[in-house]
């Protein structure tokens, strides 16, 4: 049984720097994709970046060169480092791994919360 630990969610003032972090552990077979999203009340999760285990990233356009996503996806990790945070980028941060069949895992998702 595959669990993503979600780690780094926090309250931070706009302008402010967090770094978020995740594990998926116990994967039988090799995880080739993951990433974070998010998702306020009432709005459709969205994608924020993704990082594949040859080393693409992918983001959204809201990023705005503001996020960097890192890490080893080959050894089940990945990171996301947000800086100069704005209010709209509070919301739930959920990350997701993909393994070799395809199937995807979600953590419980952590709280970020832009706010003066």
């Known amino acids: 049984h595959v669990r993503i630990v979600e780690l780094g969610g926090e309250f931070v003032r706009p302008g402010g720097s967090l770094r978020l972090a995740c594990a998926a552990e116990?994967?039988?077979?090799?995880?080739?994709?993951m990433g974070w999203y998010r998702q306020t009340p009432g709005k459709q999760r969205e994608l924020v970046a993704t990082?594949?285990?040859?080393?693409?990233?992918n983001y959204a356009d809201f990023v705005k060169g503001r996020f960097t996503i890192f890490g080893d996806v080959a050894r089940n990790q990945v990171f996301l480092q947000m800086n100069n945070l704005e209010p709209e980028d509070t919301a739930v941060y959920y990350c997701?791994?993909?393994?070799?069949?395809?199937?995807?895992?979600w953590g419980q998702g952590t709280q970020v919360t832009v706010s003066s």
């Open positions: 990082r594949t285990s040859d080393g693409r990233a």
């Open positions: 116990g994967s039988a077979f090799s995880i080739y994709l």
């Open positions: 997701n791994a993909i393994d070799s069949r395809d199937v995807d895992y």
